[in-house]
């Protein structure tokens, strides 16, 4: 999807200026000048990771068949100059079923792209991965596994969510002591957990027997976190990984965010993070200011300069993340290569951006809810409603080089 904005008070001149905007599942690219000031929007995640973009994207592992979905998820990231990909996960439990359903039914042959399901087919197994959020070279992410099986009247559903961070260089797992050290990474996960153990003590005494058999089947993991920032310093939230049977799908429950002191590579990445609270948030450049306003679900972003000149850049879609000046750190090369990955993303998708919104908590536990897919042919091509993953949908990563 395509935005444009334009306009500047006729007493002044707009300043010339030029940055990126990350938002959710969109990346805005705002440049301003004499003429005035635009806004061009995508579907897509970027990172920058060692000084270089990439793109942060998920595409789809379909291995069906006519009566039985199996749709996992492979997440990648893209370096833009270059143009290769790397693999950063990989579900495998949806390629596990797929691969025990074809060996009990060596005669079924697998869909072809163009293929539909069975309106109602006996086995549908899915998997998501989701960007949460990008730091630097660090991407968090959540994972859900969902299955739903049925034997004539009899149905049955399995549905696993976790939470955790990669590095965007390698796709390796990072633990908490990698980022901030171990003194820290201790005292936080220590925390947490005790946090955790009160809470599920306290909701047990007053649940069902029903009740405390799902608490039971939530569990602290040191490794199932997300990061935040909060006034450009860093936040670890822990989200308990959870298992269900029956029902809707798990949510991973997040208890209140654990403050951290940033090191080295936070520092380097603080001038993209904000200031202010969620509903005014600016970065600041010279004598140059940008101001993201929260609308409802939307932000109103305005650009000023030193004598508190104002222009309308535009409204986009809340939550505002990250900003990145485009300035002279940025050679040609990069230039180009963000040129091209602006114009192939607008190809992406029309589809409708939806803002996250922020739940009610619980004795410092955040539980969320998650609804399932809505058709079985729906898993098959239309899985996820974010742009990101429609981007790259059914393309391997060589494919994009």
Not at 68 to 90: H, K
Not at 148 to 155: K, L
Not at 163 to 170: P, S
Not at 321 to 338: H, I
Request: with cysteine; glycine share 6%.
């Amino acid at each position: 999807m395509l935005a444009a904005a334009c306009g500047a008070p006729r007493a002044a001149s707009a300043p010339t200026a030029d940055f990126l905007l990350s938002a959710g599942d969109s990346t805005y690219w705002v440049t301003s000048d004499a003429s005035g000031v635009k806004l061009l929007g995508v579907p897509m995640v970027l990172a920058r990771v060692d000084g270089r973009f990439h793109e942060i994207y998920v595409a789809d592992d379909d291995r069906s068949f006519p009566d039985a979905i199996f749709v996992g998820q492979r997440l990648y990231s893209r370096d833009l100059v270059r143009g290769d990909s790397i693999e950063l996960m990989a579900d495998t439990v949806v390629p596990r079923l797929a691969a025990a359903y074809a060996q009990a039914h060596p005669r079924v042959a697998p869909l072809a792209p163009d293929e539909d399901a069975n309106d109602d087919p006996a086995m549908n197994a899915t998997a998501d991965l989701e960007v949460l959020d990008v730091h630097g070279p660090y991407v968090s992410f959540e994972y859900h596994v969902d299955l739903e099986t049925h034997a004539g009247e009899r149905r049955s559903s399995y549905h696993r969510v976790r939470r955790g961070v990669l590095d965007g260089r390698t796709g390796a797992s990072v633990r908490l002591a990698d980022l901030f050290g171990d003194p820290q990474a201790r005292r936080a996960e220590g925390e947490a957990s005790r946090a955790w153990s009160d809470v599920r003590d306290s909701l047990s005494a007053r649940s069902s027997d029903d009740a405390r058999r799902r608490l039971a089947a939530v569990s602290f993991d040191p490794l199932s976190y997300t990061l935040e920032a909060d006034e450009r310093s860093p936040q670890v939230v822990f989200a308990l990984p959870a298992e269900t049977r029956g029902g809707s799908a798990a949510s991973a429950p997040t208890l209140t965010p654990r403050p951290m002191t940033g090191s080295a590579w936070w520092t380097a990445i603080q001038p993209e993070l904000p200031l202010g609270p969620d509903s005014l948030l600016r970065w600041e450049h010279g004598p140059l200011t940008v101001v993201a306003r929260l609308e409802g679900e939307s932000a109103r972003l305005v650009l000023s300069d030193a004598a508190h000149h104002e222009w309308s850049i535009g409204v986009i879609a809340a939550p505002v993340q990250r900003l990145l000046w485009l300035d002279s750190t940025v050679d040609a090369d990069a230039r180009k290569a963000l040129q091209r990955a602006f114009a192939d993303a607008a190809l992406y998708s029309e589809s409708t951006r939806v803002a996250a919104s922020r739940l009610p908590t619980h004795g410092g536990v955040t539980f969320a809810s998650r609804s399932l897919r809505a058709t079985p042919r729906a898993s098959r091509s239309a899985r996820r409603v974010t742009p990101v993953h429609r981007a790259h949908a059914g393309l391997s990563p060589r494919a994009r080089s």
